[in-house]
């Protein structure tokens, strides 16, 4: 009776062993986050991007000097995690990196996406001081040449309906 106790235990203690054992090697096959991709990698300031990550299946999170910490969350049926972030307003030009961390697993693309700023509004080429005399001579000259156009045309016009 104490053997068959014994072989019972013993046969339990390798079950729970074996069930366990693929989640171990899982584990110990060491699976890398890879391919961190930000789209578009051209974006404006609060713009939004779109974080993918290959290699990991669960929650992580995506870090910037651009924008607060976004929440990448698993794609079903894969082993990639996406997520969205919006890039603050007053985010510097240039390139940023991102750093995504899923579990105990870190991946940093240092130049992930590259942030443009807007075209810089004023004056358009104008002067603020008004029109120099050239301007004046040549916009005079205009409205002279329109005037004299305009009386000739109303001239000829008038001369035709006599015929």
Do not use: Y
Not at 62 to 80: E, H, K, Q
Not at 85 to 101: L, P
Not at 150 to 161: A, I, N, P
């Amino acid at each position: 009776m104490r053997t068959t106790r014994a072989l019972a235990a013993s046969a339990a203690a390798v079950a729970v062993l074996a069930a366990a054992a693929p989640a171990a090697v899982a584990d110990g096959m060491n699976i890398s986050l890879s391919n961190l991709v930000a789209m578009p990698s051209v974006i404006a300031r609060g713009g939004q991007l779109t974080i993918t990550v290959d290699g990991c299946p669960s929650i992580a999170t995506a870090t910037s000097d651009a924008f607060s910490m976004a929440t990448l969350t698993p794609v079903s049926g894969s082993n990639t995690a996406r997520g969205t972030a919006t890039v603050n307003r007053n985010a510097s030009n240039g390139s940023h990196s991102i750093t995504v961390t899923c579990g105990t697993k870190t991946l940093t693309n240092p130049t992930a996406f590259t942030i443009i700023g807007g075209v810089r509004g004023g004056l358009g080429g104008s002067s603020t001081s008004g029109a120099t005399p050239t301007d004046m001579a040549i916009g005079g000259g205009l409205v002279a040449a329109a005037v004299v156009g305009g009386g000739l045309f109303w001239m000829r016009r008038r001369s035709e309906k006599r015929i």
